[in-house]
């Protein structure tokens, strides 16, 4: 039995992972060991289920406890002191097709530089939890599935945001999704059939990549270059191979964190009503950015653009919720995909979300995101850059950097090095339809401000 | 300005209906005014802006306001008292393929006989509001992705769940899903190409024949019995079409309500073997059966039954939780297709979930809501009697009667003229693979004991 402190600075999660991580380390609770069922756990201690889930799942990750199917939760022999759990990465995963599987399993290494989403303590976590605390004090009805497009005044709000940006659409044309990842794999299901040719991003977006590849595509890859779009690459492509598609993310993007221009912007689209080309506008980083730079849709008005957001950057990927907008004979289209691929989203999540964006700290937290990204940049970059490193892309804004060192040209053996230092990388070949060989990397400013990271690197370079 | 009392017994958001509802009945808020902001209207009555949001939302239902991009609520002219939400469904609207939007856009029709959910009240609410609480004060991180399968202490709360129904199955075989009609286009998309033969149970699940045809699929229908499956059909269907797949729901079916006993269960999974089937059993409705019936997964232990469940019909559909649990083989492209769909599910739904599978109160409710179901198939089934409707099926459990008329054989022109009187009927063509014409139709006994249904229904046999 361990004694807990409900008024003790520490939280209650840490004080049940130390104490019984203490207990097992003195072998006061030995191997083999059952431990108390959650709910004996909660009972007998007067803590919360959830408190107690958040430890023994802690514990698991630690290594000091074992679940067993159909059992409950066990001592595990401890390894060693401080082993984290195994990562089950294979070295040679990085080679593996199955790219998002691996980031995800990896999300265990300690130094996630190469990874796509931001720490929670740099989220609207604050924002989300006075949310979730005025939706459990108030009397919303739980019970039901909600409306198809999702719940209408997160649909109301985000055409308010859109039209500060310069986008007019009413909330018929906005249609909720689990995040952008399945806004893109609807647009993907609705334009994509087995053997179309289609445009992305080279690099790009490596979720996107995978859904169409799984889609059966031909995929072309538009080269990116630090100023935006090679354009006229682009619209060789256009002509010789008359894609349907253009899956784009024309500002702050990912991997290589390049914005395009205004004109680009222009020709972007003469060249897609020439040629007769839907583009589908990944814009997840517009709260990012520090300029008001236009996006396709403030141009073209959703006439051939489908415009694609989220709020798992500024609010936390947790609640899953982004969004996309399109012309209403589409919408509706992937609209009933919505339905057909797991009828309505969950309105919980979006009440949330609309309880942040309405949240009057809301402006103040993206300014100061912002502000930290820009440090973060400043800070990463040099030390890059000090190293010997090339950097491929003005703004110094958004999530990534992308950069190269001419003595480090093996970018994966450098990740499958780097993995086995407890290191995450992002080898610039994941982000490449057909994952051609490069020697650029993704780095995220945000979790690569740590000395393992130059450390690391350094010794690479000696 | 309205006077709110938080005190008082009224739920707040009615407080606010009500007033400004007489407001603009009295024309002291006149056609055309402005309301104030959500956020405004929150801080000047220092309520919270749900609560807000709510109000204004069920207003804009009642056509009391009308919503307008980018500029907020306005009033708006009243067209008669007590007037609802237009119904936005053609009639004809019930023969459309878009069956999915039909129903949902139905849902504001006041009795809704024939559609798929139970009432929110129904549905284990206090539980889900005490896990929202608990939520709400504990110190649960909520700033990540989550595990690309799901919440694990989840996963295990389920595996425990499965094995009290005889199905072993570790916590890595069970993926989490956006309810189980994410389950079911998961495994269309990885099971299905265009062209392939599926069998399907006719009548069968409407959202599940929907993601069938977009994939392509030439369905075959296997008819439902009273007494459950017609084998010697089954297997005649086998052997001429060799398909791939059979998708099928033995317990408590919708539509028809029928139950599949043990024999039959294990003659179809000799039929499987013997023509190199795989099954994939939709079984949502196994916490409303009041027998201890055994599953297809519980014969197969899924060599080559992949089995799916959810929480929408016990806990509530609003948090958009189901799973599978499948052959580890299978699990794992299943898993990589749901990261390409949407990364990774709610964690916040699955922590919810998990709190009320966890309630001490949850095994009551289910006892009281199979009850309830029982009690509604008596009176239901009892009045459809009376006025001359054949019923299809025993057991008198789960949430379905399949009934029919000799006298009402228009199914689809009854269902439109029941929509005009404010009722929603399921007419059973929608149910069926090809929207073949029959005079069969859905009632949902939770929602089908009212006078209103059976008075239309007595005027339309006079």
């Known amino acids: 039995m361990l004694t807990l402190d409900s008024q003790a600075a520490l939280p209650l999660v840490t004080q049940i992972v130390q104490g019984l991580g203490r207990q097992i380390d003195e072998a006061a609770l030995r191997e083999g060991t059952k431990l108390p069922s959650i709910r004996q756990f909660a009972q007998s201690h007067q803590v919360s289920v959830f408190t107690v889930v958040e430890a023994y799942d802690r514990l698991v990750a630690q290594g000091y406890l074992v679940s067993r199917p159909h059992s409950g939760f066990f001592v595990r022999r401890r390894a060693a002191a401080g082993a984290a759990e195994p990562v089950p990465a294979s070295p040679q995963g990085f080679d593996s097709a199955w790219y998002l599987r691996r980031i995800f399993e990896n999300r265990h290494l300690a130094v996630k530089a190469g990874c796509g989403w931001l720490p929670g303590d740099w989220l609207f976590e604050d924002g989300l939890r006075r949310g979730l605390r005025a939706l459990a004090a108030d009397d919303a009805d739980l019970g039901g599935y909600g409306d198809p497009k999702g719940y209408p005044p997160l649909r109301q709000a985000i055409c308010e945001a859109l ?25 993907v299901r609705r334009l994509v059939r087995a053997g179309d040719t289609v445009l992305v991003d080279d690099p790009g977006y490596a979720n996107l990549l995978f859904s169409l590849r799984f889609q059966g595509a031909r995929l072309l890859g538009v080269p990116r270059t630090p100023q935006g779009y090679d354009l006229a ?53 517009v709260e990012l950015d520090p300029e008001p730079r236009p996006s396709l849709a403030s141009l073209d008005q959703l006439t051939r653009v489908i415009y694609i957001g989220s709020y798992s950057k500024t609010i936390s990927p947790n609640i899953r919720v982004g969004f996309l907008a399109a012309h209403p004979d589409l919408l509706e289209d992937l609209a009933q995909l919505k339905m057909i691929s797991g ?27 912002r502000e930290r990204l820009a440090e973060a940049h400043q800070r990463v970059g ?29 970018a994966p ?50």
């Open 163 to 187: 039209a500060e940006q310069q986008v007019t659409v009413p909330p018929a044309q906005v249609l909720l999704t689990q995040g952008s990842s399945q806004a893109l794999d609807l647009c």
């Open 233 to 285: 690459a682009l619209e060789a492509l256009v002509t010789e191979h008359r894609p349907k598609v253009f899956f784009t993310q024309p500002r702050l993007q990912s991997p290589t964190g390049s914005a395009a221009p205004l004109g680009q912007l222009h020709r972007l689209l003469q060249l897609a009503e020439k040629h007769d080309l839907t583009i589908v506008e990944n814009d997840i980083y």
């Open 343 to 369: 009828l309505t989203s969950a309105e919980f999540g979006e009440r949330l979300a609309l309880s942040a964006l309405l949240d009057g700290r809301r402006r103040k937290h993206l300014k100061s995101l």
């Open 382 to 410: 040099g030390r890059l850059v000090a190293l010997g490193f090339e950097l491929f892309a003005e703004p110094k804004a958004g999530m990534f950097l992308w950069a190269r060192h001419p003595r480090l040209p093996d």
């Open 413 to 462: 053996a450098l990740a499958n090095r780097a993995a086995e230092a407890d290191i995450m990388l992002g080898p610039g070949h994941l982000f490449r339809a057909e994952l051609q060989p490069t020697d650029w990397m993704r780095f995220n400013v945000a979790f690569s401000g740590d000395e393992r990271l130059f450390a690391f690197l350094a010794r690479e370079l000696e």
